[in-house]
């Protein structure tokens, strides 16, 4: 597996979550920085649909966590540790995080980001949303501080009908949980309409999807198609956010 063979590569300690269910198995990989009793877990999942190249989805977000595991420690606040998941089997409805919650202890987990979707796209979606929590205040409050305003540099969204990812894992069992992806401003009205409108979603998909959808679960999911200023203002809207976790 290549992903293995990166940590073992660049010497970085990893812990190993092997698994096997009716529906598949897999392994899935974490990467602990900082040292504290409450932990924020950030999700990349590490697999893609067979016929995909996967650039978009999701090999964008695996590669954005992979950046910031040397970068992240000096921002930790005390207390923190940051958990880097990447998890396995998530194209089988999530299986490896699904795993990975029926056999890991998640005590101190305080919130969960799961990124999807994170190389095309100039502002940040949070999706899945439901009622405030304390979570979900950390995390806007630390996109307003980094100048990504509500509605314009980060928008928050509430459940989507048809897609899902890693993060549902641990709303099921009552941890604060998020889906984090980059959006294109140009196309927000678009997305909202393909993602909250099932029926029409599907419709669509025969005809057009907006992007970053245009290229998901497709040949055309290649890795010209990514956005360097995409996956960079990612990587910094996540480095705020560990630096804003509450002292």
Known sequence: MALSRYFQHRGIAISRHRFARPEGA???????LGEGPRTLVLCAHHDAVPGSPGANDNAAAVGILLHLIPRLPPRIPPGWRVRLLFTAAEEIDYLGARAYVEDTSLEGIAGVLSLELCGIGDAVALWDVGAPTPFLDTVTSALE??????DVGHHVVG???VFGSDHRAFAAVGVPAYGFTMVPVAHADALRQFVLSPA??????LIHRPPPFHTYHTSGDALGTLEP?????AAAALTAIVAGLPR
């Not at 897999?26 to 602990?32: I, L, R």
């Not at 501080?145 to 509500?150: D, F, I, S, T, W």
């Not at 200023?229 to 203002?233: K, T």
């Open 200 to 205: 029409r979603s599907i419709f669509r998909s």
């Open 229 to 233: 200023a995409a996956l960079a203002r």
């Open 145 to 150: 501080a980094a100048g990504l305003a509500r």
């Open 26 to 32: 897999g392994e899935t990989y974490a990467v602990d």
């Open 159 to 161: 459940r989507i009908p």
